[in-house]
């Protein structure tokens, strides 16, 4: 079986978080008000359909519609103005380089998937992505069903595999999926801290410099 690197996007691939929160208030407060609004906090690491199970949960359903809507309104603002993260063509080419296979698994839609890659001018050595905003079979973060998928179209063994994530809910999924997870800080936003990784890097020369120890390991 072949061995994958998977990717998050947001936070990971692309330095978009901190643009994205503040959207999120923005709309969250108009969503919520009061203790449901204490209790939705923010949806960093979840998809639209995160969002709408979590408003459900806490007894206060918002519709579905109304959260694509409003976060697919201003997605092209976000991936316009965010940076891609420094160094990612340097570590793709290393991960190839060491036979690796290539995915990415976001909770974004595929057409934002889409364009941020077409800003990587390694793009075409990633070899799956899986939108879990678009395939609905597929259960939202902190399932592992979007990785677990992506390491089947890989016909990767997921012991050998590794998944690079940003937000908590990410890294369950990636742990979950039995694969190593490592916790990127580069793009964090302030006051997040990140829990359950096996490993935590703070640039990409970092992540490189953990696969390289660890994928050496007897």
């Not at 941020?116 to 069903?145: G, N």
């Not at 992506?150 to 694969?179: H, M, P, T, V, W």
């Not at 580069?186 to 006051?191: E, F, H, Q, T």
Request: proline share 3%; aromatic share 6%.
């Amino acid at each position: 079986m072949n061995k994958a690197f998977i990717f998050d996007m947001d936070g990971v691939l692309i330095d978009s978080e901190r643009i994205w929160l503040a959207h999120d208030k923005r709309i969250l407060d108009d969503l919520f008000t009061g203790e449901a609004r204490i209790k939705m906090g923010n949806s960093i690491g979840l998809n639209i359909r995160g969002i709408h199970e979590k408003a459900a949960r806490i007894g206060h359903p918002v519709d579905i519609k109304t959260l694509a809507n409003e976060y697919g309104r201003v997605a092209p603002e976000v991936y316009e103005l965010s940076k891609i993260t420094h160094d990612i063509d340097a570590l793709v080419e290393r991960l190839i380089g060491w036979n690796f296979m290539l995915g990415v698994v976001s909770a974004s839609p595929q057409r934002d998937i889409a364009k941020v890659l077409t800003r990587i001018a390694t793009r075409k050595k990633f070899e799956v992505t899986v939108s879990l905003a678009d395939r609905h079979d597929l259960q939202p973060k902190p399932s592992p069903d979007g990785y677990l998928e992506a390491l089947r179209e890989l016909n990767a063994d997921a012991k050998q595999s590794f998944i690079l994530e940003d937000s908590n809910y990410g890294i369950e999924a990636g742990k979950s999926a039995g694969c190593t997870v490592i916790g990127y800080r580069g793009n964090l936003i302030d006051g997040y801290e990140q829990t359950g990784a096996d490993e935590y890097a703070n640039t990409m020369d970092d992540v490189a410099e953990i696969v390289k120890k660890r994928a050496t390991q007897p």
